[in-house]
């Protein structure tokens, strides 16, 4: 351990909820987008799936919100390091999606894209199972463009760059292609409990 | 399934100029403070003896590591201020953040000889090889980056074009004030010295100079808080420049 003389640092946060290396923003919620916040209207917002699926689709914003709607209450995790507690996001399952879709038996993967061009690539196994969503709502308010909106994907369990903004589609694949930051060096999957945070880690 | 890698079908905005090295990313180096020099009421710039830097390119940013004795640690990302060519050596600039851990600790702690840990550099994105013409909007700390491009250009005596818009809130609060040379227009948003008007970064700032590219047009880099960092991309938008040709590094 390289102990830094003099620094304490803040009153520590008890109980498991902190990953390692992560901090509590509290009420901040940075935004670290790259890329310039698109004027996206929810009418013109669609989200398609295709690649390996029995049934390729695209929906319309109102055709999503025909979708049962499922909501995520828990705890987000960015790799520059600050965690969000307790944050409420609504949507609709990534599973309702899938099972429309069906993906075929040798589906692994998929790469997440978004209207901006941004992509990010996830195991299918991350996006299945009750862990994943697209988001329309952030307390119970319609999700701000900065963070997303009108709809962003959600995968609260691995560090939040996974969850792309401004969401347009997965492609499914049978083999893992890197994302724009998994690119740029990030972690293929970004584990925030493994601290997933770059390539080798 | 073919094996062509898949394209979106809308072209990102910033694809990595660079690519990035496996590896270097993944391990901790001790960085050893060697200086400290004030740029501003607020801000300082702290050099580091890093022996075995694998170098970077202007526009990357590493993560630091602070420790406690009980083992609890912070952990921050900053933008490198020196140019590549400083062998050994980075230099970063830190804003004093009102009650924050890391810069705290840096401005009301560190002294020369102190040892952190760092690891990088990281991200290409935002890294400018000096390659291309390049406009650069900053704010505050976010000139950080930005700086390691001018110095670059001059270190190397580069004759690409290179534009550096920078606001601060007044002279005083201006990060590198003595450095900059004609490439830079400062913008001051709360007081300026007689004669020099005063007032958000504006359209009749960016308008000229994309009026002025350079053939092939401008790549455009923009550094600074979130509030900065929309305010900047729609003045650049608004005048023009591609949104695949702006990259963005928010500070959060
Ligand atoms: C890519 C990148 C590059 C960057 N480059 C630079 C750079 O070159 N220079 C620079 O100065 N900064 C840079 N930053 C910002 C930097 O990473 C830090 O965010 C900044 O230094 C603040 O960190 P801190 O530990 O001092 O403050 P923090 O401790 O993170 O606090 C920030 C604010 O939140 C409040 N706060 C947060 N959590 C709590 C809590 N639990 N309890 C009470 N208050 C809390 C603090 O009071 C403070 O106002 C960069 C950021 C990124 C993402």
Redesign the interface.
């Known amino acids: ?10 009153p ?1 946060v008890a109980g498991p909820h902190l990953p390692p ?1 992560q ?1 509590d923003a509290g009420d ?1 919620w ?9 004027e996206l209207a929810a009418a013109d917002w669609t989200f398609r799936i295709d ?2 699926v029995a049934e390729p689709r695209t929906w319309t914003w109102d055709e999503a919100h025909a979708l049962p709607g499922s909501v995520y209450e828990g705890d987000i995790h960015c790799v ?3 965690s969000k507690f307790g944050v409420r996001f609504g949507g609709v399952s990534l599973d309702a999606f899938l099972d429309l879709v069906r993906p075929e038996a ?1 589906a692994t993967h998929a ?1 997440a ?7 990010a690539n996830l195991p299918l196994a991350d996006l299945t199972g009750g862990r994943a969503w697209i988001a329309f709502t952030y307390g119970g308010e319609p999700l701000p463009a ?1 963070h997303g909106g009108p709809a962003r994907l959600l995968v609260p369990h691995l560090y939040f760059w996974k969850s792309a903004k401004w969401i ?2 997965l ?1 499914i ?3 893992d ?1 890197p994302g ?2 998994e ?3 990030y972690h293929a999957r970004g584990n925030p409990w493994e601290e997933q ?5 | ?1 073919t094996s062509q ?2 394209v ?7 694809p ?1 100029r660079i690519a ?4 270097t ?3 901790w180096q ?1 960085a050893t403070l060697t200086e400290i020099r004030r740029e501003t009421p607020r801000a300082a710039t702290f050099r580091f003896a890093v022996p075995d830097w694998a170098g970077h390119l202007p526009g990357q940013h590493l ?1 630091l ?13 900053y933008s490198i201020a020196s140019p590549p060519d400083d062998a050994g050596h980075i230099e970063l600039t830190l804003d004093h953040v009102e009650g924050g ?1 890391v810069s705290g ?1 840096f401005h009301t ?2 002294r020369p000889g ?4 760092v ?1 990088g550099p ?5 890294a400018w090889p000096g390659d291309r013409p390049a406009l650069l909007l900053g704010a505050g700390s976010g000139v950080v980056p930005l700086m390691s491009m001018v110095r670059h250009h001059r270190a190397r005596g580069l004759d690409v074009p290179l534009r550096l818009l920078v606001s601060a809130r007044g002279p005083r609060e201006l990060i590198y004030a003595d450095e900059y040379g004609a490439e830079t227009t400062p913008v001051f948003t709360r007081g300026a010295p007689e004669g020099v008007p005063v007032g958000r970064m504006s359209a009749a700032h960016v308008a000229p100079l994309l009026a002025d590219a350079p053939p092939g047009g401008w790549e455009a880099y923009v550094c600074g808080s ?1 509030g900065f ?2 305010h900047a ?2 003045l ?2 608004a005048a023009g420049q591609p ?2 040709r ?5 500070f ?1």
């Open positions: 351990m390289n102990v830094t003389r003099g620094f304490t640092g803040r520590r290396g901090y901040d940075p935004v670290l987008s790259a890329e310039v916040t698109p690649g390996l520059t390091s600050w040798t790469v894209y978004s209207h901006t061009g941004y992509t900065e347009a589609g492609r694949l049978d083999h292609e724009f930051w690119q740029n060096g945070r770059y390539s080798g880690d | 399934m890698p898949f979106p079908p809308t072209r990102f905005a910033v990595g990035v090295g496996e590896g990313a993944s391990v001790t993560m590591r602070l420790t406690a004795r009980d083992g609890y640690v912070a952990q921050r990302h851990e600790w702690v560190a102190d040892e952190v840990r690891r990281l991200s290409g994105f935002f979130n960092a929309e991309s729609r650049l938008v949104v695949d702006i990259r963005i590094e928010r959060g």
